[in-house]
Antibody, heavy 121, light 106 residues
Framework: EIQLQESGPGLVKPSQSLSLTCSVTGYTITSGYDWSWIRKFPGNKMEWMGYISYSGSTNYNPSLKSRISITRDTSKNQFFLQLNSVTTEDTATYYC??????????????WGQGVMVTVSS | DIQMTQSPSLLSASVGDRVTLSCKASQNIYKYLNWYQQKLGEAPKLLIYYTNSLQTGIPSRFSGSGSGTDYTLTISSLQPEDVATYFCQQYNSWNTFGAGTKLELK
């Protein structure tokens, strides 16, 4: 069974960087698919942040492009999110998810449980 | 950005009711729309992809329809375990989500 698990600090100070890890079990991230980060703000609005593909290429939400980096460690089957220069508006629950695509379909079919991150001094 | 508007934001219904949730896009998304269910404290779960394709393992009481800018998720007979928040997501241009419809029992 494919499982994703986020980890990282729950509290980050404004202007600092937010760093999260997604550990994947049951599937090798270099075998296929895109591996995404998605966040849900207080009030329920969700935002797709970006992904790293199985080949290592990345694609980011244009609204975050100057602040975001998604990388991976294939030896640990993990991928990472780094978001720089955070503000209180980055307070959210952060999810990692697998993106599946074939034909006209594209969807997030496996998700982690999410990790809540608060940006506060 | 394509904006997704879900309505209503809160829906109260009784067990056995037919329930309809709406999702409206700010422009034509050509059926590139998915629906997710999120229960309290859990990860989102994919219900419907590409407007009307039922994800494996999802009960057949869930169905999706729509075209252009207007899309609908229907639960044919509401069950207690369907209490959750439901999100739509378009992928015609990048990925954007609606703000969700919270479904509760009356």
């Amino acid at each position: 069974e494919i499982q994703l698990q986020e980890s990282g600090p729950g509290l980050v100070k404004p202007s600092q960087s937010l760093s999260l890890t997604c550990s994947v079990t049951g599937y090798t991230i270099t075998s296929g698919y895109d591996w995404s980060w998605i966040r849900k703000f207080p009030g329920n609005k969700m935002e797709w942040m970006g992904y790293i593909s199985y080949s290592g290429s990345t694609n980011y939400n244009p609204s975050l492009k100057s602040r975001i980096s998604i990388t991976r460690d294939t030896s640990k089957n993990q991928f990472f999110l780094q978001l720089n220069s955070v503000t209180t508006e980055d307070t959210a629950t952060y999810y990692c998810a697998r993106s599946t695509y074939y034909g006209y379909a594209y969807y997030f079919d496996y998700w982690g449980q999410g990790v809540m991150v608060t940006v506060s001094s | 950005d394509i904006q997704m508007t879900q309505s209503p934001s809160l829906l109260s219904a009784s067990v056995g009711d037919r329930v309809t949730l709406s999702c409206k896009a700010s422009q034509n998304i050509y059926k590139y729309l998915n629906w997710y269910q999120q229960k309290l404290g859990e990860a989102p779960k994919l219900l419907i992809y590409y407007t009307n394709s039922l994800q494996t393992g999802i009960p057949s009481r869930f169905s999706g329809s729509g075209s252009g800018t207007d899309y609908t998720l229907t639960i044919s007979s509401l069950q207690p375990e369907d209490v959750a928040t439901y999100f739509c997501q378009q992928y015609n241009s990048w990925n954007t989500f609606g703000a969700g419809t919270k479904l509760e029992l009356k």
